[in-house]
């Protein structure tokens, strides 16, 4: 897993500093970048492991990625009272303090509905509420969450960014509003 880990994040990381990229990038085109990404590194990308593993790896690389060019503050592979977290909009502490203005995203990296479901339960002991935990997969499941599936064209996954942003601007957190929406 690790050697396909650096794989994909590296394969990730080289398309990203591609010129039209950055050009999405300094134009703030965050859906436009997902979808050029996911049309043009999917198949490498499953290729490469598991198809959810792989896909889990470029969705953690890439939300990395564009949550900070987005200046969208989180905190990432962090634990809070013993459950591991993938990604915490915007930090453990706003978490602690007033969990309505957290949104957890949970990046499932298998396909066995069993461990999923006990991932998600884990995650309302400490995000009681369920609209703030997005799921993102590259398969759809039927849960109450809000999923993002990951997919080659016509991906849901593509709008993230715009929906993390309206969440932050919508409970105040952003400073800088830098997403306009």
């Avoid at 897993?1 to 999405?24: G, R």
Wanted: net charge negative.
């Amino acid at each position: 897993m690790i050697n396909e880990s650096n794989e994909i994040k590296d394969f990730l990381f080289d398309y990203l500093n591609k010129s039209e990229i950055q050009t999405l990038i300094s134009e703030l085109k965050f859906s436009d970048i997902i979808d050029n990404i996911l049309e043009n590194c999917f198949d490498k990308v499953v290729s490469i492991g598991k198809k959810e593993e792989s896909l889990a790896i470029l969705a953690t690389g890439l939300l990395h990625y564009l949550l900070t060019n987005a200046l969208i503050s989180s905190q990432r592979k962090v634990e809070f009272n013993g459950i591991n977290v993938d990604i915490v909009i915007p930090d453990l502490k706003t978490l602690e303090g007033d969990a309505k203005k957290t949104l957890i995203l949970f990046i499932v990296d298998t396909d066995n509905e069993i461990i999923i479901n006990q991932r998600i339960a884990e995650l309302y002991k400490i995000q009681p509420n369920k609209e703030n935990i997005w799921i993102i997969s590259g398969k759809n499941y039927s849960i109450s969450n809000k999923i993002y599936v990951i997919e080659k064209k016509n991906s849901s996954f593509s709008n993230i960014i715009f929906d993390i942003a309206k969440f932050v601007n919508v409970q105040g957190q952003s400073k800088f509003k830098i997403l306009r929406i």
